[in-house]
């Protein structure tokens, strides 16, 4: 009985945390971008300021949707974000690892992104509908190299000829960099390159924000959500940075000093923001959108090539 | 421990999230102004009809991959003469694949 | 001596498979599905062959030499399928030929 | 009684068909509850086969003879022997269950069309014709019941009486005609080397020669394009488009049987040689990427889904044939579990696709469904349903599809990881593809006034519904009970062979 309280605290805690850390990273992302474009920028808790002022806001219902489709995909968006969570070993084990591996981040990853969509084509305008094409060719686009990226550490892991090599904790434990030949390093690190350009892509960020690109369709896909949906999908998208951040440093910067709980959960924040930074701030102030068309040759033909080159590497 | 796909497990916590956050969503502000102009679709231009044809809406990812769509279509038509040679066609390259 | 049946087989068959593939017309489609099945038949019933036996016809077969019955039998069945396969093609080409006036 | 099962689960669809338009004469509800008990029945006796197999093992059933279930003499019988194992026997339980769902679905949806006892006499002849693959010993029975279900198909391709119709039905026959004469000419060339045409002796005694290749090309290549796979998918596209939707249904029902002899002739009488398996999987990824390229492309919506359909088959191709080359080490069996598991989760997912397709053209009655109906306003079930459906094909995590893609990935990835990231990135393109399909027909607005669909209809979809559920959450009992048998009997090559 115990334990099911544990888990039960867990869960809260997780749930709250992420949401808590989501939001704080998404502040110092909108901080740092302003910084570097000389401007001072929102204070610190804006994307809480945002929160609270979007609950209490009016959610509007557009005339033409269906209302059940549109809010329940504002909900499943932050729970599939959140769940993807309990999925990944962040100091330790992860709490539901022994039940799920890779192959399922893979796909609850497809979760939020696929509610955005549904949530764009059922709110009726046509701005929506355009965005929500546009974010399904997003998604077209990162999922190749995502795919390549997520099964080298697996390919090294089975090289190596451990057992269940799809669980992330067995990836987590064995330090991917320590199992490959030099020239594996230099596959991995092309990997890693690719990594960030994907979680910029994942999150849909400048270079590849077709779906909200403000100046073509007017917000895009979010364009008839308000109120606390659009509170939803807020969180979602910040939850889904950490999910995504945590995923890359489960498979590629595992490494920690051996402290007690606390330095080892700062050293994980710092790897956090140090990724965050990296891919969504920097390579937002650097590059500017990406025309539709490009986008796809892009992602299947050069971030792609990298991937698979990095991935040859580690053969 | 060999890893097993539970989904049981996985639909579960999938559920207690939802509801622990529906109880989040439920404190937000539910009314608005029905039937307003407040519920109308946003249009900055002339308002186009409700609907746009969803028909050709992957544009995007078409453009990339023209020419072989103009070859596809070029060699499926539709009678019975193209199908019996492509047939025959994929038949031999079974056979050499097979001697090989 | 076997390998001239072979010879006219190949031949049939691919007499037939050229009708298949070139030839627009729906009744010369049917025809030439015909003839490809006509030179599997003859492939069939070549197999069967022994030298000087007669048809394999158990009454008087006792004493005498019997061609073997089998590939007869699957003939049989081919023929009778073709024959329903060339009935059904020939029925669609009419009912196409009623509505759109050209083969 | 219980020895004669296999045969009566063939004879009574056969006398079913036969008996049906004499039996309309006396008026619709006879002809119904005529065609629910002839289904019924063989359903339940092929439930009855298949724990008679798991207690007994493998069922040699031979024709004619005395005491049919008696090898003779000689060790080998030469009449036309039916065999049935674990694989067919779960096969024939699951398909004859759909099919009964799919009679009992169109039978208010086909019902404002005239023919329809010739609809259902060809429905039963399919569904003779899809056994007869289950259960053939023997070459020769293979090829009849081939032309059996490529001559019922034509005529149902050809049901609805419109000139498009006549054309795609001769295209498809005339297809089928030179298929099925390449498949003989291919069991001749094996009867004029071994002079015999059951697959049980055939497999003792075959060396690897080079006319048994052609052989087994022939043959290969004809089965291929029943099933409808990379090289010879072309004609699936025309024919779905016009049929109607049991039709579809039970020809891609025909087309995994197809699969399954294909596999069992692969396995038992060849015997695992490298280099078919690995054509097999060359040719899986093509129809994986071939069926969504194109599907990507098209407007109507039954073509649509039958290129989806021909990537779904990809899939359960992949699966079986990479376990099959890598047979040695265990994760090959687990990869054909896995291509098994996806079999039955495929007919499951399409089929509740075709469903609410053919419910949305009965309400609609037009013929290209693409336009924005909006039909998610007032049937909110359906379109709950049809996003079942949609999770369910690209596999998304609770459902039966994830089942039983993961058990495919992480076992094909021994083979080489390249097949998993296919995989991963084919399910993601079907799902873009569905989503597509899911926004035109039911977001939206469009005056589409309400008419209440069809209670059988709506039934049928909610079990295929149950149903794809429980399988997605309890994976570990189904596949225990039924896919492990069935893959063991697939695998164990001496049973098969004439003991």
Known sequence: ?315 | MQIIWQPKIALIFFLLIFFIIYFFYLSGEKKYKKDTFQTMAYFSGKTPSQNIKLQNIYWGFFEDFKKLYMFLAKIQKENSNDYIFLFILGSIIFLLALSL | MINFIFLTVIFLIIIGLFGTMFKKNLIKLAMSINIISNGVNLFLISLGYRQGGIAPIFTNAPNLKMVSPTPQALILTNIVINLAVTAFLLSLSILIYKKEKKL | MTSHLIILIIAIPLLGAFLLPLLNKFGKRIKYFWLATVLGLTDIFSFFLYLLIIEKGEVVYTLGAKFPLLVSPQGFPIRIILEADALSGFLSFIFLSIIFLIFIYSLKILSNYSFLDKFYVLYLLLTVGILGFLFTGDFFTLFVFYEISSITTAGLIAFFRSEECFKSAFHYLSLFAVGSLFLLFGIGILYSEYGFLNMGIIAKVLQFSFLDKVALSLIASSLLLKAGVFPFYFWKPEAYKVSPISAILLSIISSLSAIYILFRIFLGVFGVNLIFGWILILFSIFSIFMGIFLAIKENNIKKILAYLAISELGYIILGISSGIVMLNNDFGFKAIQGGLFHMVNDILDIGLLFLIIGVVIYITKSKNVLEIRGFGHKYPWLAGFFLLGVFAISGMPPLNGFASKIIIYESVFHLSPVLTIIGILGSILILAILIKIFAIIFLGISPEKYQPVPKTAMAVIFVFAILMISIGLFPGQFTSFFINPAAEALVSQQNYICK
């Not at chain 1, 990162?142 to 090294?156: D, G, K, N, S």
């Not at chain 1, 999150?203 to 509170?231: H, Q």
């Open chain 1, 1 to 315: 009985m115990f334990d099911v309280v544990l888990k039960f605290i867990m869960m809260l805690i997780v749930i709250f945390g992420s949401v808590f850390l989501g939001l704080f990273f998404k502040g110092i992302d909108r901080i740092l971008s302003a910084k570097m474009q000389r401007r001072i920028g929102p204070p610190l808790w804006q994307p809480f300021y945002d929160v609270r002022k979007l609950m209490i806001k009016e959610s509007v219902i557009p005339k033409g949707s269906i209302k059940w489709i549109f809010e329940l995909f504002a909900l499943v968006s932050l729970t599939a974000s959140i769940l993807i969570l309990f999925y990944i070993p962040i100091l330790g084990k992860s709490i539901l690892g022994n039940s799920g591996d890779l192959v399922l981040i893979i796909y609850l990853f497809i979760f939020p992104g696929l509610s955005l969509v549904l949530g764009a084509f059922s709110s009726n305008s046509s701005y929506s509908n355009l965005g929500g094409q546009r974010l399904i060719i997003n998604m077209l686009g990162y999922e190749f190299p995502l795919a390549i990226i997520c099964l080298t550490p697996v390919w090294l892991v089975y090289k190596k000829g451990f057992s269940n090599i799809f669980s992330l904790n067995t990836i987590y434990e064995h330090n991917v960099w320590g199992l490959t030949s030099p020239l594996g390093i230099i596959g991995l690190l092309l990997e890693s390159i690719v990594v960030f350009f994907v979680i910029a892509g994942e999150l849909s960020k400048t270079p590849f924000d077709i779906d909200t690109a403000d100046s073509e369709i007017a917000g895009g896909v979010l364009a008839e959500y308000s109120g606390r949906n659009l509170a939803m999908f807020y969180m979602a998208e910040a939850v889904k940075m950490i999910a995504l951040a945590s995923l890359f440093i489960a498979l590629f910067f595992p490494w920690n000093i051996q402290g007690n709980f606390g330095i080892m959960f700062l050293v994980y924040l710092l790897k956090i923001f140090f990724i965050i930074f990296i891919s969504s701030t920097l390579i937002k102030t650097v590059t500017s959108r990406f025309k539709i068309s490009r986008l796809t040759r892009f992602y299947w033909g050069y971030l792609s090539l990298f991937a698979i080159i990095g991935f040859l590497f580690t053969l």
